[in-house]
């Protein structure tokens, strides 16, 4: 059974963002710079983008942090990704979400500019990402493609379930295990809340790509020899015998799921590290456009 390390691929994409900073800094370039926007206190949302930020500095980015108050009006929200896309110094901008229920994130995500669109949900960007055109990739589903392409998974005519149906991770990730490329060329199913038969449609990928937000729920019961299984779940559960009280799993039981499985994605260590690295890389891009 293999392990695909996340952190491993990871620090190996970071190393080569880092060399092309450089080079960009040795020909009077300025650094990429990556704008994130934090709404809010919410605790999880909160060490998101401070790994993010963490992560822009290793590199040698430029990272600016907005944080609002949750109290923040829509329009006033939208006044500032408008001075943030009218900033030629800033060329990757995010929106953490969620964001307070009174704002409505439709609209904020449609008033960001689609070339500084780094987590690539702006509709102009998504609809590039279903047509196969150039564009940036959401940064968990790229992060993923990635892996596997490291990991050096045949994908070629292979079964892929995803499960979950998200804007963020399940549908996007589901186009492009479809998409004629590698990775990719799969047969591709995506179960949901309403599926029928969860189990059985599991027991048949070669390929299971979970984001369901349910700790632990896939276990060898839903697995088939020899899969590549794919956890995007992230979740704290309580353990007395460490120092913090708890630890991080994921949504697959991994010592059961190991058992059967041919590779797997450890949490932590597995798809969260790819997700930065995946956004370091659209930011890269977007520098390079708008520093041309
Ligand atoms: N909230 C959960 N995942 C993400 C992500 O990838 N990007 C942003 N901006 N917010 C998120």
Redesign the pocket.
């Known amino acids: 059974m293999k392990i695909i390390d996340g952190k491993e691929i990871s620090n190996k994409i970071k190393k080569e963002i880092i060399t092309e900073v450089e080079n960009m800094l040795d020909k009077g370039l300025r650094a990429p710079h990556l704008a994130a926007i934090l709404v809010g206190e919410d605790e999880a949302s909160q060490t ?1 983008v401070a790994n993010k930020e963490k992560a822009a500095k290793e590199v040698g980015f430029i990272s600016s942090i907005y944080r609002f108050p949750s109290t923040i009006s829509e329009k006033e929200l939208l006044e500032s990704i408008g001075f943030i896309n009218d900033d030629n110094d800033i060329d990757g901008l ?5 964001l307070p229920k009174h704002i409505c994130e439709k609209r904020i995500i449609q008033a960001i500019k689609p070339e500084k669109d780094v ?1 690539g949900f702006h509709p102009e960007n998504v609809g590039k990402m279903v047509l196969g055109q150039e564009t940036y990739l ?3 589903p790229s992060g993923i493609i990635e892996m596997l392409s490291h990991a050096k998974i045949e994908t070629e005519g292979k079964e892929c379930v995803v499960l979950g149906r998200s804007n ?1 991770v399940g549908r996007p990730m589901s186009i492009l295990m479809s998409r004629n490329s590698n990775p990719g060329n799969c047969s591709v199913t995506v179960c949901h809340t309403k599926t029928k038969n969860l189990r059985e449609i599991c027991k048949r990928a070669d390929i299971l790509i979970i984001a369901i937000g349910q700790p632990q729920m896939i276990d060898e019961t839903y697995i088939k020899k020899g899969a590549t299984i794919i956890d995007v779940g992230i979740h704290r559960i309580e353990d007395s015998s460490k120092k913090s009280g708890f630890r991080l799993v994921g949504d697959v039981h991994y010592e059961s799921a190991a058992k059967l499985a041919g590779a797997i994605s450890p949490v932590p260590g597995g798809v969260g590290p790819m ?1 930065i690295a995946g956004l370091l890389q659209n930011t890269l891009k977007a520098a390079k456009k708008s520093l041309q």
């Open positions: 998101y995010i929106i953490q979400l969620p987590d959401p940064a968990t963020i997700t």
